[in-house]
């Protein structure tokens, strides 16, 4: 009995030592934070490094560029995914509480897209179209080579990095308050597929169920939409870099980590999940 007793312990033991290795906890945990523009390519690269590299967790959220870039001054988060430049206001905040400025990292560029319904017979539009509609000086599709009917607007939360820049570098103003705000891209692009009025914007790899604007920088410009060339040469004028922004300079598994994203590998991540490479 005795024995019967001892080798059952010894199963149990055995048991309860893979049970705990199964459910160990991995070496390093990444935790990566921030713009709903980049969250889809930030989960595939975290997806496809944890394939390859088992002693890493890298945990991946949105919530916006405004809300990684809290969390990164907060230390709720490793890593800061923001599709806008931080502001000095927030470098400051940093500076504050860990005495640095943080560390900027360009890991890819996006064309800020401009949606159309299908339905739509206006096909481009220019900067300063965009700018009036936005700010609702240009009310009617019909003063644009459209249909007769009212704009609806469709945009971002002013949390959005998208917003920011779309509002700094297309809009130049305030927009107006008939637009309406939604939490994510894929939002946007929903209300738009949905609307035949409807306009919206956001990034390139969200493109899909509605009509992409052609952008034009002025009335004697031809138009384009974001493609490779397109942003590699410059041509289409709503394009942007996205970064990381860490505390500090990066070390040991995390700075395999943003090597590697940089690489080609993760740099043919990239261009498979719509957006544009750095190199």
Do not use: H
């Amino acid at each position: 009995m005795k024995s019967l007793n001892s080798i059952k312990f010894a199963v149990i033991a055995i048991l309860l030592g893979l049970i705990g290795f199964a459910f160990a906890p991995a070496a390093d945990k990444i935790v990566v934070k921030g713009s709903d523009t980049m969250v889809i390519l930030a989960q595939k690269w975290a997806e496809v490094y944890m394939k390859s590299n088992s002693s890493v967790a890298i945990q991946v959220t949105g919530g916006g560029s405004g809300t990684g870039v809290s969390a990164l001054i907060n230390g709720a988060t490793d890593i800061c995914n923001s599709s806008r430049k931080m502001k000095n206001t927030e470098k400051e905040k940093l500076k504050a509480r860990y005495n640095t400025l943080g560390v900027e990292i360009a890991c890819a560029k996006d064309g800020i897209t401009v949606y159309l319904n299908p339905s739509n017979k206006v096909r481009e539009l220019t900067i300063k179209q965009l700018s009036e509609i936005y700010k609702g000086n240009i009310k009617n599709w019909k003063e644009v080579g459209g249909p007769d009917a009212d704009i609806k607007l469709y945009g971002r939360e002013n949390s959005s990095g998208t917003y920011v820049f779309f509002q700094e570098n297309v809009v130049k103003g305030d927009y107006a308050p008939s637009c309406q705000t939604l939490p994510g891209t894929a939002a946007v692009v929903n209300a738009v597929a949905k609307d035949p009025n409807g306009i919206g914007y956001g990034g390139a790899a969200y493109a899909t169920g509605i009509e992409i604007c052609k952008v034009k920088k002025d009335d004697k410009s031809a138009g384009s939409i974001p493609t490779a060339e397109t942003i590699k040469t410059g041509e289409y004028p709503i394009t942007r870099y996205l970064y990381m922004y860490l505390r500090n300079k990066p070390t040991g598994a995390m700075k395999s980590y943003i090597d590697w994203i940089l690489s080609p590998e993760g740099q043919k991540l990239v261009v498979e999940m719509g957006y544009f490479p750095v190199k």
